[in-house]
């Protein structure tokens, strides 16, 4: 319904999955997908994300590829998963008549291997469970300007964290549940090309305790109380926006923390 935005999509999915009976389940995914998609070139596209595009002509395409892999074996007591993402970009702008610092070539390439374990028992009226996972963001992107250079900018972000849980039923009517968990984040950022060689890292952890009951009055009525502390890590783009000139000066958020009560 745009001016040049005709697409083109290819898909690939697999899913599987095998019962183990007594010694659990696992599940595999397998996701790839190509996509050839025209710029949007009308000017009266109203959302930013395009805004850069105008003045662009016919011809102008990008390329994206995303693909997946994931796992999960659930048992009784143990659960354990994994995943691999990947998302790359390649644009290919077109232009009646460039001018100098005009995009002329973009690529980007961004991958999200993760790991996480769940560990559940009982224990007489208590219902215990533990956890460990770990993140690590890879990505760049690679512009080249019309008669001006280019630029690099690289992006890192490891995360891991573990928590633990217990669920306590004090009365058939009374639940309460005690929560404690701790996030680390390391973020890094670098860019090579018109503005030098820059670099930037942070690095930051915190715990956030919770606490939450629940009292049944009748079948269909209880009630709930909820209080809390959160530690949310950011992005290395949350923290930059896109900024090229990565350093502390350019930060725009650090750790989203807070208390939380209901």
């Known amino acids: 319904y745009l001016e040049n ?4 999509d290819i898909s690939l999915y697999s899913d599987m999955g095998k019962n183990l009976h007594d010694l659990g389940e696992i599940h595999l ?3 790839a997908k ?3 998609e025209g710029f949007p070139l009308d000017p009266a596209a109203p959302w930013s994300f395009h805004k850069d595009m105008n003045g662009y002509a016919e011809g102008s395409e990008k390329e994206v590829e995303t693909y997946l892999l994931s796992g999960l074996y659930t048992s009784n007591w143990l659960d354990v998963s994994f995943s691999y993402t990947g998302n790359d970009r390649e644009d290919n702008p077109v232009k009646d008549t460039w001018a100098s610092g005009d995009i002329e070539k973009y690529d980007m390439e961004f991958t999200t291997p993760s790991f996480r374990a769940d ?3 009982d224990v007489g009226d208590h219902e215990f469970k533990q956890g460990w996972g770990y993140t690590y963001e890879r990505g760049s992107a690679d512009y080249k300007y019309f008669g001006s250079g280019s630029d690099r900018i690289s992006m890192n972000r490891r995360l891991w964290g573990f928590f633990a849980r217990d669920s306590w039923q004090v ?3 009374l639940n309460v549940t005690f929560g404690l968990r701790f996030d680390h984040f390391e973020n890094s950022a670098s860019s090579q090309g018109l503005n030098g060689s820059i670099r930037d890292e942070l690095s930051q952890g915190g715990w956030s305790p919770r606490l939450s009951a629940t009292y049944t009055i009748f ?6 109380f909820f209080a809390g502390r959160f ?5 290395a783009s ?3 926006n896109h900024n090229r000139a990565f350093s502390s000066a350019t930060r725009e958020t650090d750790p989203v923390t807070g208390m939380e009560f209901d």
Do not use: C
């Open 219 to 224: 079948e269909d009525m209880e009630l709930a």
């Open 119 to 121: 560990i559940h028992f």
């Open 5 to 8: 935005n005709n697409k083109e």
């Open 29 to 31: 995914t397998g996701y």
């Open 238 to 240: 949350d923290i930059y």
């Open 231 to 235: 530690f949310k890590a950011p992005t």
């Open 34 to 36: 190509k996509r050839t």
């Open 171 to 173: 009365l058939p009517e």
